[in-house]
């Protein structure tokens, strides 16, 4: 059984979080900075070694500059039907 950070589902989130990243223009430094975190823990979460909750969800999001109810609700459009955990 596959971990949950390695399911289609939490692959496309953390697409999600990393095109946002992307977007803003910000590196994985300076992102870490901006939660107050090491540089690791996007590195982490960003590559599946690391799981996220929904509470790190909308602080990455926000410290991204993004609204965590717009990009979650994205992310739920592109979810397939049945998300394994």
């Known amino acids: 059984m596959p971990k949950s950070s390695s399911t289609p589902a939490y692959i496309l989130m953390r697409k999600a979080l990393l095109d946002l990243r992307n977007q803003a223009g910000v590196n994985q430094i300076e992102l870490a900075k901006r939660l107050g975190r ?40 592109k979810l397939p039907k049945k998300v394994t955990i």
């Open 38 to 77: 090491q540089q690791s823990f996007v590195s982490n979460f960003e590559r599946g070694n690391r799981g996220i909750d929904v509470i790190e969800f909308h602080a990455i999001t926000r410290a991204l500059g993004g609204d965590p109810a717009v990009v979650f609700r994205e992310l739920v459009a």
